[in-house]
């Protein structure tokens, strides 16, 4: 049995007991000796963490649990950390989700223009945090949950030397879907980038059986913080593949628009409710395991990545994980050095990515490009605070467009986060 040392940065997240969950079912494989739960928050790393090793204890299981606001005393002789933050917290994704809507924008908590403000936010944190992880644990492997989860994981993997793999649930989500319907033997192809992705290929004792199932009406599950409008079956057919979640954004523009004029509440402001409600649950000294409300959030099944993940590469399981990785020649039409999110081997050294046969649909192809340019141009915006490279990212992406229209919101959503944006306030 492997031992590790694991540390939650943004541990307050009322997602850590999904993760602590996730180890207790991998108890006969990993061994969790110490587990530092790190936050800024008091209130909510206190409430979080005292839930956490409740859940510990109740298991039989000896694991020194540390909780701390100090990060540099958080990666002492860390194995593995794991990145969960949110900066600004839910008020800042209030802002991201409205604003932008008085401008005939979506305003989502990490596409778009919201997605993008969420990016300008974080990348200088995680960058502190790799700066940290660089000096303390620099053989640590990081595990970044923290969204948007591909442009976070482009910035480590370019502009830092930090092992890191990026991680999301959407992917097991769709997959686990498909198996249920097809069975468990079933072959998927999965490719794109974070929540820009496709399942391109699925088949049944060597036959194709993609089509078919269209025309049977089949979909997988929407992830539960996205209102389903579904997808054309002549929209599924012309691309070539079932698209994640998050694509409706793209594909039924309008009607997310409408929902976001229409809503009582923002996605942030019913977390904000789902958040407190938790939180009251986890104070509850009697609770001992994680409560059914918490699949109410959008990160339904992370326990399931980020533990297997951690297992795999603590273990050398050299199985096979979607994750965000380099792309190094395995999708011929993007860089080497583009982030993508595709199945690849996970061993003791990280991951491999698994070949993809070369049918590429043009659609997906021009697509991914686009938002990958997006998501290069954002990067280059969170560390230099370049307003035209902001400009440049908003008009490449497909969700923002007119420059008017996008540039009022982009500074009407600076100067409401400027607390979060110092690199935009130096003097030029």
């Known amino acids: 049995m492997k031992e590790i040392n694991v540390t939650v940065i943004g541990s307050g997240s009322t997602y850590c007991p999904e993760l602590v969950d996730g180890f207790l079912k991998r108890s006969d494989s990993l061994k969790l000796k110490r587990l530092v739960l790190m936050d ?3 209130r909510k790393r206190n409430i ?6 409740r859940m510990l ?21 860390a194995d593995f950390v ?40 974080t990348i200088p944190v995680i960058g502190h945090i790799c700066e940290r992880i660089e000096a303390i644990c ?19 993997l370019n502009h830092t030397k930090v092992k890191c793999l990026g991680l ?57 913080n996205i209102v389903d409008d579904g997808f054309d079956v002549d929209c599924l057919r012309a691309v070539g593949g079932w698209p994640s ?9 309008n009607a997310k628009l409408q929902h976001l004029k229409e809503d009582k ?72 050095d583009d982030v993508v999110e595709i199945a690849a081997v996970i061993g003791k050294n990280g991951a491999e990515p698994v070949p993809v046969a070369p049918h590429w649909n043009r659609h997906i192809t021009s697509l991914m490009t686009a938002v990958k340019a997006y998501e290069k141009y954002t990067v280059e915006a969170a560390i230099t605070g370049d307003d035209l490279a902001a400009y440049n990212a908003m008009m490449v992406h497909p969700l923002i467009g007119d420059f008017a229209n996008a540039k009022a919101c982009y500074e009407e959503m600076k100067n409401a986060h400027r607390e979060y944006l110092p690199q935009f306030l130096k003097v030029k």
């Open 82 to 121: 794991v990145t969960q933050i949110r900066v600004g917290k839910l008020p800042a994704r209030y802002l991201d989700e409205s604003i932008p809507v008085k401008y005939g924008l979506i305003g989502q908590e990490t596409t778009g223009i919201g997605g993008f403000f969420k990016a300008l936010r």
């Open 265 to 336: 509440k923002t996605r942030a402001e019913v977390c904000m409710e789902i958040e407190e409600q938790l939180l009251e649950m986890y104070k509850d000294e009697n609770l001992r395991v994680k409560p059914a409300l918490l699949d109410k959030r959008g990160g339904h099944k992370y326990s399931l990545a980020a533990c297997s993940l951690i297992d795999s590469i603590a273990n050398d399981k050299r199985d096979v994980h979607v994750v965000n990785i380099l792309n190094n020649g395995t999708l011929p039409f993007m860089a080497d």
């Open 168 to 224: 999301c649930n959407v992917p097991i989500d769709m997959l686990d879907d498909i198996r249920e319907n097809v069975g468990a033997d079933a072959e998927i192809t999965y490719l794109g980038l974070n929540h820009l992705s496709w399942v391109t290929s699925v088949k049944k004792d060597g036959e194709e059986v993609l089509y078919k199932l269209f025309n049977e009406g089949f979909a997988p599950k929407v992830m539960a």
């Open 245 to 253: 979640s998050y694509l409706q954004y793209y594909y039924n523009r």
């Open 40 to 42: 800024i928050d008091e």
């Open 138 to 156: 620099p053989d640590a492997w990081l595990i970044n949950f923290t969204n948007p989860s591909g442009i976070v994981t482009d910035f480590i």
């Open 57 to 77: 204890k109740a298991a039989g299981c000896d694991t020194e649990v540390v909780m701390t606001d100090d990060l540099d005393a958080s990666l002492e002789g």
């Open 48 to 53: 979080v963490g005292s839930l956490c090793v």
